[in-house]
């Protein structure tokens, strides 16, 4: 079956400390795989998404995740978090073909100390 | 780009009650989502149109919820009637051929 797991339910970082936030799927094709970001009462926004090609892909707000099959990961990554970050991250995988839905994972809400 | 955009941004109706909620994608864009978010399921896609055409509604909980997309820039998800159960934060989003999915602001939605 196709899943997504987010394995943090909730993580804290010190502002300027970096960030890792975890994604493994589950997909029995080539995924497009995203990392969307939802504020306090806000939609979902896109951070990045993964298509094919490079496996190290950059996204808004300074984030990066890496593609990798072997592992059937997609964390995403930040070098230096800002207080700003602090929200609920979603990871999410779709099919291949000319399809749309989406299967997101759980989310993980990040708190950010000052 | 005004982005998708959600009415009403929050409803707090009683049980019973018949919900609608609307959503307006952005132009050009073919595909319509209907999401649903609590905190016990997390999100949940309800149903998704393409073209206007309902592909897949396997989602939609119970006959209760029935959804509309009378033309590519509209949409409607009903709830008739509605249950305390049934409150959450529902979100459109829409998107257009194999890119990412551009979501709205979502309606709260209360029932009491």
């Known amino acids: 079956a196709q899943s997504v797991t987010q394995p943090d339910i909730h993580i804290t970082v010190s502002e300027g400390a970096s960030l890792e936030l975890r994604c493994n799927y589950s997909?029995?094709?080539?995924?497009?795989l995203f990392w969307y970001v939802q504020s306090p009462g806000q939609g979902l926004q896109l951070l990045l998404k993964?298509?094919?090609?490079?496996?190290l892909v950059q996204g808004i707000k300074g984030f990066e995740a890496e593609f990798k099959r072997s592992q059937s990961s997609f964390n995403l990554r930040k070098p230096s978090v800002h207080w700003s970050d602090a929200a609920e991250y979603f990871c999410a995988v779709g099919p291949s073909g000319n399809t749309g839905k989406l299967i997101f994972g759980q989310g993980t809400t990040l708190q950010v100390k000052p | 780009d005004a982005g998708v955009i959600q009415s009403p941004r929050h409803e707090v109706t009683e049980m019973g009650q018949e919900v609608t909620l609307r959503c307006k994608p952005i132009s050009g864009h073919n595909s319509l989502f209907w999401y649903r978010q609590t905190m016990m399921r997390g999100l949940e896609l309800l149903i998704y149109?393409?073209?206007?055409?309902?592909?897949?509604d396997s989602g939609m909980p119970e006959d209760r919820f029935s959804a509309k997309m009378p033309n590519a820039s509209f949409s409607t998800l009903k709830i008739q009637p509605s249950e305390p159960r049934d409150s959450a934060v529902y979100f459109c989003?829409?998107?257009?051929?194999?890119?990412?999915?551009?979501f709205g602001p979502g309606t709260r939605l209360t029932v009491l």
């Open positions: 997909y029995g094709a080539t995924p497009y």
């Open positions: 989003a829409s998107r257009s051929g194999l890119n990412e999915q551009f």
């Open positions: 149109f393409n073209n206007n055409v309902p592909i897949d």
């Open positions: 993964y298509f094919s090609g490079d496996t």
